[in-house]
């Protein structure tokens, strides 16, 4: 059953897989466990929509059994034996409202296929139309897609690699699909309804349409691809019809842009691009304020730092009612921890501390009662909205 696995995703399910535990590892650890509380926290709420849809499948779907719809529920069972799937999973039938699909799904343990009306009933006439789509989502179930899908998802949203590993698990899943159909024609046929629609589909050349793959070559065709989960259908056509078919290779150009644009899953290479834009402004306003922020901390601690030289100083000049014309005569040193540089002016006893940020200044002043106390103010290199609200809050 190898041969069911499109190579790629093989590859790309190893790759997404170890970065995905290590992201986990990582958060984990750096968090010192707090990750795994919002870990838990967003289990819990998975599980209630999870609880929510599993309830309105049953409620309002209709269950597959020898009883119920005899046909398709012997046409799930004969796939399920193609693919070796002992355990069945639960089948149901679910009006569609127009919609042209099939999912698979897991809720506790227990698996699901679910098939839209509209599919089934587009596929009436097609002798084995509902195999594919049911091989398809039997292939999410049995490569294991959805209980993986944890696992790996902090990395999913990394461009190019998340949409790469979702087109490759549903090319494995086409495979799958092919695997349950009596012929790679039946079964392009039934992927090509997806195009051609719920009756068109009968009259689609399916050769010709395989032959639209050539024109995805192009620098767009290329770049929206390359966003998207789904191959193109044209593609998805070719490959069941010959899996071994070439594909025409993608713009390199294509793939330039797309590298800076994260994966957006099913919302699409425009709620993708979005992304990139809200990133793009989030970064412009958020890594200066961080800068800014991170500026005033260290100047602060500059302030709290040269405390105890500011405090010699007036000290001396208290005993000897003059300033000590160096820093050493008052047994200060010149230069702080932070590797900071302390100038000192012995006319005016004005302390300079010269950060990286930028320059300090520490002007005295004595007041009635012949105390001194201490201004601070900003000087070469620093402009005043630098200066941290320690600065401001010195002197009296």
């Known amino acids: 059953?190898?041969?069911?696995?499109?190579?790629?995703?093989?590859?790309?399910?190893?790759?997404?897989?170890?970065?995905?535990?290590?992201?986990?590892?990582?958060?984990?650890?750096?968090?010192?466990?707090?990750?795994?509380?919002?870990?838990l926290a967003g289990f819990v709420l998975y599980l209630f929509a999870q609880s929510a849809l599993i309830a309105h499948i049953k409620g309002?779907?209709?269950?597959?059994?020898?009883?119920?719809?005899?046909?398709l529920h012997a046409q799930f069972a004969a796939c399920c034996d193609q693919l070796q799937i002992e355990?069945?999973?639960?089948?149901?039938?679910?009006?569609?409202?127009?919609?042209?699909?099939?999912?698979?799904?897991?809720?506790?343990?227990?698996?699901?296929?679910?098939?839209?009306?509209?599919?089934?009933?587009?596929?009436?006439?097609?002798?084995?139309?509902?195999?594919?789509?049911?091989?398809?989502?039997?292939?999410?179930?049995?490569?294991?897609?959805?209980?993986?899908?944890?696992?790996r998802w902090p990395v999913l949203w990394l461009p190019l690699l998340g949409a790469a590993y979702s087109r490759a698990r549903e090319s494995t899943c086409d495979r799958h699909g092919l695997a349950c159909s009596s012929s790679p024609e039946n079964a392009a046929r039934a992927l090509a309804a997806l195009s051609a629609g719920a009756e068109r589909w009968e009259d689609l050349d399916v050769a010709a349409y395989r032959t639209q793959a050539n024109h995805t070559s192009g620098f767009w065709m290329s770049f929206h691809e390359l966003l998207a989960g789904y191959p193109w259908v044209t593609?998805?056509?070719?490959?069941?019809?010959?899996?071994?078919s070439p594909m025409p290779k993608r713009s390199v150009f294509a793939y330039l842009l797309a590298v800076f644009i994260p994966y957006a899953g099913r919302l699409g290479a425009g709620f993708g691009f979005l992304m990139l834009v809200y990133f793009g402004i989030l970064a412009a306003v958020s890594i200066p304020a961080?800068?800014?922020?991170?500026?005033?901390?260290?100047?602060?601690?500059?302030?709290?730092?040269?405390?105890?030289?500011?405090?010699?100083?007036?000290?001396?000049?208290?005993?000897n009612q003059v300033p000590p014309s160096t820093l050493e005569m008052a047994n200060q040193p010149a230069q702080l921890a932070d590797g900071s540089q302390l100038l000192l002016d012995p006319t005016s006893m004005i302390l300079t501390v010269s950060t990286q940020r930028g320059e300090l200044v520490f002007t005295p002043q004595v007041d009635e009662d012949q105390d001194v106390f201490w201004t601070c103010s900003n000087g070469d290199g620093l402009t005043e909205a630098q200066l941290p609200p320690a600065c401001s809050q010195m002197g009296r």
Do not use: C
Request: aromatic share 10%; hydrophobic share 45%; no cysteine.
């Open 1 to 39: 059953m190898k041969e069911l696995v499109y190579p790629r995703e093989r590859t790309l399910g190893t790759i997404t897989l170890v970065l995905g535990i290590l992201v986990w590892l990582g958060l984990i650890i750096g968090t010192v466990g707090t990750a795994l509380l919002a870990l």
């Open 60 to 71: 309002n779907g209709v269950e597959l059994s020898e009883a119920q719809f005899p046909d």
């Open 87 to 151: 355990k069945r999973p639960q089948a149901y039938i679910l009006n569609g409202n127009g919609g042209f699909n099939a999912f698979a799904t897991k809720f506790l343990g227990v698996q699901f296929v679910v098939l839209f009306s509209d599919v089934v009933d587009a596929m009436a006439k097609h002798a084995d139309g509902v195999r594919f789509y049911i091989g398809h989502e039997l292939g999410h179930l049995r490569m294991k897609h959805i209980t993986g899908h944890l696992l």
């Open 235 to 244: 593609k998805r056509v070719a490959r069941v019809m010959d899996t071994d």
């Open 290 to 319: 961080y800068q800014d922020y991170t500026n005033k901390a260290k100047l602060s601690a500059a302030i709290s730092e040269s405390a105890p030289v500011r405090d010699g100083l007036a000290s001396y000049y208290l005993a």
